[in-house]
């Protein structure tokens, strides 16, 4: 061992050459460049490669990326411009918000819509007129004070 060191194989610390074992992971020690580089990880596919799971306002993006990450499913969240007829969303419905898309693989798109719809159940069906004389939110459709500043269901802010 010519470079005065060794090092873990397992978490890279480096020691002097009198040690035998790492202290932080008990495996032997040995000499750098003795230990091969682990595989990068595959780079996720860019928004061309993927499917669009849901598009909507930033409170939505989040809640559904993080119910995604914790499902440990893979996904991409990025500002989605397109338009309708794009596959994208009218960012009027949502008051003019920005609007995010969430994207997976296609592989991953059937489990991905079980975890949109579980999180998005209590969210009326599109389309269901609200009873008369209520306010209902642009976004989900769930009631609102007339004089809101923000909906208490999904986030959204009323400008």
Same mark, same amino acid.
């Given at each position: 061992?010519?470079?005065? /060191?060794?090092?873990? &194989? *397992?978490?890279?610390?480096? /020691? =002097?050459?009198?040690?035998?074992?790492?202290? *932080?992971?008990?495996?032997?020690?040995?000499?750098?460049?003795?230990?091969?580089? &682990?595989?990068?990880?595959?780079?996720?596919?860019?928004?061309?490669?993927?499917?669009?799971?849901?598009?909507?306002?930033?409170?939505?993006?989040?809640?559904?990326?993080?119910?995604?990450?914790?499902?440990?499913?893979?996904?991409?969240?990025?500002?989605?411009?397109?338009?309708?007829?794009?596959?994208?969303?009218?960012?009027?419905?949502?008051?003019? *918000? =920005?609007? /995010?898309? =969430?994207?997976?693989? &296609? *592989?991953?798109?059937?489990?991905?819509?079980?975890?949109?719809?579980?999180?998005?159940?209590?969210?009326?069906?599109? !389309?269901?007129?609200?009873?008369?004389?209520?306010?209902?939110?642009?976004?989900?459709?769930?009631?609102?004070?007339?004089?809101?500043?923000?909906?208490? !269901?999904?986030?959204?802010?009323?400008?």
């Amino acid at each position: 061992m010519t470079d005065g /060191y060794q090092i873990c &194989p *397992e978490c890279s610390d480096e /020691y =002097t050459l009198t040690a035998s074992t790492c202290t *932080e992971c008990g495996v032997p020690l040995v000499a750098p460049g003795s230990v091969e580089a &682990p595989p990068e990880p595959e780079a996720f596919p860019e928004i061309d490669a993927l499917v669009c799971v849901r598009v909507g306002p930033l409170p939505w993006t989040r809640a559904l990326s993080e119910t995604m990450s914790g499902a440990d499913l893979e996904h991409r969240v990025e500002q989605d411009d397109r338009k309708p007829e794009e596959g994208g969303v009218d960012p009027e419905r949502f008051g003019g *918000e =920005t609007l /995010y898309g =969430t994207w997976v693989r &296609p *592989e991953d798109h059937e489990r991905a819509l079980e975890i949109d719809r579980s999180l998005f159940a209590h969210f009326e069906p599109e !389309g269901q007129a609200p009873a008369a004389g209520e306010e209902v939110c642009p976004a989900c459709a769930d009631p609102i004070d007339a004089e809101a500043l923000e909906c208490a !269901g999904c986030g959204l802010h009323f400008g």
